[in-house]
């Protein structure tokens, strides 16, 4: 068989996109786990990085690679509602300390939106952009299901999610020693509502305690933000 | 393991029926998030297998949004074009959105 047949085959089935996605993101976990995990050795930037130049390079549409990535995109719901388990462990965390941490949250949901709204307002960013940073600080999975309820890109969505946790998890230790926050819990739980998963794995290799509040301010940041921004949202943007 | 998952994605298809058909403006995943933390807390312990299949699906949740952040080659030319508009965005935003939260809970506890 000749190399062209090969490649028409295996181009049209969902295995090379499949394989494309897992092969690369095996080796953003591999590297970061090399670079001793640092934030900025990411394993979904190192992955996206690869895939993106990857299929630009065999001038493949992105179509049709979702067509075969769909169904590791899929699981991104199923893994959503398992979030639960997570939450449920960490709310014992919660005792004691309901009143501050749910002024911390809405302050920090608050603020996410509000200024990076106002900045790329104020610059002039193109609309489809500054909508897509209404869901930067939560989860990725309910940000981009929040993205559909306020008719804006998932996709995008998804992009600036992912950039956010990044950019907490390097900029976090420098902005928390500055503001003299000292205990785990509101590190971890500052961290948590600013960039969510991944800095919440950030804040794991840490302290097990920032872990905890990490995790805990995440899933309450998803919740609330599945809930309010599309409500808040109806009002501040021009329909 | 098998009856975790099924628990799991049962959690999400009742989620998605009800955000069908009752909160259409709360993502069907979020619903499917809260039953199945409600009924844990009746419950009052997670199922072995559940939890198998959680960890398994969380641990590896970056892997998970690969597919939609490769969307991202749709919108290069707009971001090249905006990209100190959204680099300021992100950044300012996200040392704000640590700083407020870590301010806030900082003062509260000295009062307390």
Redesign the interface.
């Known amino acids: 068989m000749a190399i062209h047949e090969i490649w028409v085959y295996l181009s049209g089935s969902p295995l090379l996109a499949l394989i494309l996605?897992?092969g690369?993101?095996h080796a953003?976990v591999l590297s970061y786990e090399r670079a001793g995990r640092h934030p900025l050795a990411?394993?979904?930037l190192i992955?996206?990085s690869i895939?993106?130049l990857i299929?630009?390079a065999i001038d493949m549409p992105?179509a049709k690679?979702?067509e075969g990535?769909?169904f590791?995109?899929f699981?991104?719901?199923?893994?959503?509602?398992?979030?639960?388990?997570?939450?449920?462990?960490g709310?014992g965390a919660l005792r004691g300390r309901i009143?501050?941490?749910f002024?911390?949250?809405l302050?920090?949901?608050a603020?996410?939106i509000a200024?990076?709204?106002a900045?790329?307002r104020l610059?002039?960013?193109?609309p489809?952009?500054v909508g897509a940073?209404w869901a930067?600080?939560v989860?990725?999975?309910?940000a981009?299901?929040?993205a559909?309820?306020i008719h804006v890109?998932?996709?995008?969505t998804?992009?600036?999610?992912?950039?956010?946790g990044i950019?907490?998890a390097v900029?976090?230790r420098y902005?928390?020693d500055?503001?003299?926050?000292k205990?785990w819990?509101?590190?971890g739980?500052?961290?948590g509502?600013?960039?969510h998963?991944?800095g919440t794995s950030r804040a794991f290799s840490v302290s097990e305690e920032a872990g905890t509040y990490a995790s805990l301010?995440m899933g309450l940041h998803?919740?609330l933000g599945?809930?309010a921004i599309?409500?808040v949202a109806q009002f501040f943007r021009p329909a | 393991m098998i009856g975790g998952l099924v628990q799991i994605l049962a959690f999400q298809g009742l989620g998605e029926l009800a955000s069908k058909f009752l909160l259409p403006f709360i993502p069907g995943p979020v619903i499917g998030l809260v039953l199945l933390l409600s009924f844990l807390a009746a419950r009052r312990t997670v199922p072995a297998g559940t939890r198998l299949v959680a960890s398994a699906l969380v641990q590896h949740l970056g892997l998970l949004f690969v597919p939609a952040a490769v969307g991202v080659v749709l919108f290069w030319p707009q971001l090249r074009s905006h990209a100190l508009a959204v680099a300021l965005a992100l950044l300012v935003s996200v040392v704000l959105t640590i700083a407020v939260p870590a301010l806030l809970l900082r003062a509260m506890s000295k009062r307390v």
């Open positions: 996605t897992l690369a993101y953003g990411n394993p979904v992955a996206v895939i993106a299929i630009v992105y690679y979702f990535a769909q590791v995109h699981l991104l719901g199923t893994a959503t509602v398992a979030l639960a388990v997570p939450i449920y462990e709310l009143v501050p941490l002024v911390a949250l302050g920090g949901g603020v996410s200024s990076a709204v900045i790329a610059l002039e960013a193109d489809a952009i940073l930067k600080s989860t990725a999975p309910i981009m299901g929040v559909e309820r890109s998932p996709t995008l998804a992009v600036f999610a992912v950039t956010t950019l907490g900029l976090a902005v928390l500055a503001v003299g926050a205990a819990w509101q590190r739980f500052a961290l509502v600013a960039s998963g991944i301010a998803g919740i599945a809930v599309p409500l």
